[in-house]
């Protein structure tokens, strides 16, 4: 018996054993069991006794009569050190949410093909395109369990995926055009808020990421060469704080060149928070000041932009469109202004050029009629 201790992403403490349990019958090899999660080494050594009894009376269940729930709490500890908390927030949200109701209290070499399928049914009448990565993290528990000796086949890879008929219909992408984008502006100027026209012109005129925007800091803004320096980001973290975390991936930090008049409006914007903060009581003169705070010179609220946007559409009654959707609108009206795909991918820090080219999909389709007039004009017969 071994008993460890280890720390959660949000450098909790907990405690783990492991016990040997026997000799698999049809191996030969030695088998053992682990439990994680305890919040003291006390309990975690009352709940390794508790079992060391149990195996020697006979009740322990054998190794590949475990359960999926408790496959999963074996899987999570190994989980966490491999993913953003962001990312550990939003994956045990949907094991709590969707998947260990199901599956938790079954024993998973007795789980069927056949059951996973009417569970992936039913979550695709409910959740159409979210129910996917609901799945893919159902078979990640029966993936580990065939590593640790559980299991034998992961029975996932025979379920069926439902396919939504809509998928075989363009995909629409939620963005402003140039007009569109233009009339937001006027809106928002008139509101007469420097905080909300900067950063929106910034999402509109940089393709940055919402996360990567609430984090910059005044010491990422170059003046003098009208760049901005993306090297963090916020994200959401457990127990709903946000954190500050290199961007997404490699490819999202980046430098990126801006134009003049976005660059006068960050200075007009870094003059006026002086002023503001002051009367609040803080001095902004400091590098590391972000340039979107609470009046407390706090964090923005990652919701908050959302709660400006939807301010601003309602007001003035604007089509409606997500804080993504002005990535998107970047990424538009680069391609309408003769950007390659290469420049685009670079100036968004896109990982995959894939996810670029889905993008230049949606807009040159939108272009076509534009194409066939141009075509013709130069042909001319």
Not at 321 to 326: Q, R, S, V
Not at 339 to 354: F, M, N, P, W, Y
Request: proline share 3%; aromatic share 12%; with cysteine.
């Amino acid at each position: 018996m071994f008993i460890k201790k280890y720390k959660l992403k949000n450098g909790e403490l907990r405690y783990k054993f492991g016990i040997y349990t026997g000799i698999d019958k049809q191996t030969g090899r030695k088998t053992n069991t682990t439990r994680s999660g305890f919040k003291t080494k006390k309990e975690a050594v009352l709940a390794a006794s508790k079992l060391e009894i149990e195996l020697s009376e006979g009740k322990i269940e054998k190794p590949k009569d475990i359960k999926y729930g408790d496959v999963y709490q074996e899987w999570l500890p190994a989980y966490e050190n491999t993913v953003r908390e962001s990312t550990l927030l939003s994956t045990t949200n949907i094991f709590k949410n969707h998947i260990l109701n199901h599956f938790s209290d079954k024993k998973i070499n007795t789980i069927t093909v056949s059951e996973i399928q009417t569970i992936v049914n039913k979550w695709f009448d409910i959740a159409p395109v979210n129910f996917k990565k609901w799945f893919y993290y159902t078979g990640k528990i029966f993936e580990y369990a065939i590593k640790m000796g559980y299991l034998d086949k992961n029975p996932c890879r025979l379920v069926t995926l439902p396919k939504n008929k809509k998928e075989f219909a363009e995909k629409k992408l939620l963005f402003w055009d140039k007009r569109q984008l233009d009339t937001f502006f006027k809106c928002l100027y008139d509101m007469d808020d420097d905080k909300k026209f900067v950063f929106f012109r910034l999402l509109a005129f940089s393709g940055m990421r919402r996360g990567e925007c609430l984090a910059l800091t005044w010491e990422d803004i170059n003046f003098k060469e009208n760049t901005i320096d993306i090297n963090k980001t916020i994200s959401q973290g457990i127990n709903r704080y946000q954190v500050i975390n290199p961007p997404k991936t490699k490819k999202s930090m980046r430098k990126i060149i801006m134009d003049q008049k976005t660059m006068d409006y960050l200075y007009k914007w870094k003059m006026e928070q002086r002023k503001q903060m002051l009367n609040y009581g803080f001095n902004t003169l400091n590098k590391k000041q972000m340039l979107f705070t609470t009046r407390n010179n706090t964090m923005l609220p990652l919701s908050a932009p959302s709660k400006w946007l939807k301010l601003v559409i309602a007001k003035y009654d604007l089509p409606s469109i997500k804080i993504h959707g002005f990535r998107h609108s970047h990424a538009s009206a680069l391609f309408a202004s003769g950007a390659t795909i290469k420049e685009v991918q670079e100036r968004l820090g896109h990982e995959d050029a894939q996810t670029t080219l889905n993008v230049y999909t949606h807009v040159t389709s939108n272009q076509n009629k534009d194409v066939v007039v141009k075509l013709e004009s130069y042909l001319g017969f």
